[in-house]
Nanobody
Framework: EVQLVESGGASVQPGGSLKLSCQLS????????MGWFRQAPGQEREAVATIDAAGSTGYVDSVKGRFTISQDNAKTIVYLQMNNLKPEDTAMYYCAAEPWCHILRPGAPLREDYKYWGQGTQVTITS
């Protein structure tokens, strides 16, 4: 059974930093995409960042230069380092996994369709 468990969400002040983690289990594919999404109350879910098994990454424009997606060497944890946080970053953050996937080219639109999802971790930016 594939499971994704997010952690690291918290309430921080604008300009602060957080590092989210997504622990994977039961996911043993050599080719895959992992994504971080967020959804604020009353808004649609938004793809924030993507990484594939080769380490290629992609970001939505609003977080470029502030957020970094990465994975550990064992490829069982996917991170989202978030710096210079803004109130508009407030949302529930979800990680997702899709097997047999890769980022087609730099700058390609972020994948929206994933098979496996975590339960989310809340990020609140407030002064």
């Amino acid at each position: 059974e594939v499971q994704l468990v997010e952690s690291g969400g918290a309430s921080v002040q604008p300009g602060g930093s957080l590092k989210l983690s997504c622990q994977l289990s039961g996911f043993t594919y050599n080719s895959y995409c992992m994504g971080w999404f967020r959804q604020a109350p009353g808004q649609e879910r938004e793809a924030v960042a993507t990484i594939d098994a080769a380490g290629s990454t992609g970001y939505v424009d609003s977080v470029k230069g502030r957020f970094t997606i990465s994975q550990d060497n064992a490829k069982t944890i996917v991170y989202l380092q978030m710096n210079n946080l803004k109130p508009e970053d407030t949302a529930m953050y979800y990680c997702a996994a899709e097997p047999w996937c890769h980022i087609l080219r730099p700058g390609a639109p972020l994948r929206e369709d994933y098979k496996y999802w975590g339960q989310g971790t809340q990020v609140t930016i407030t002064s």
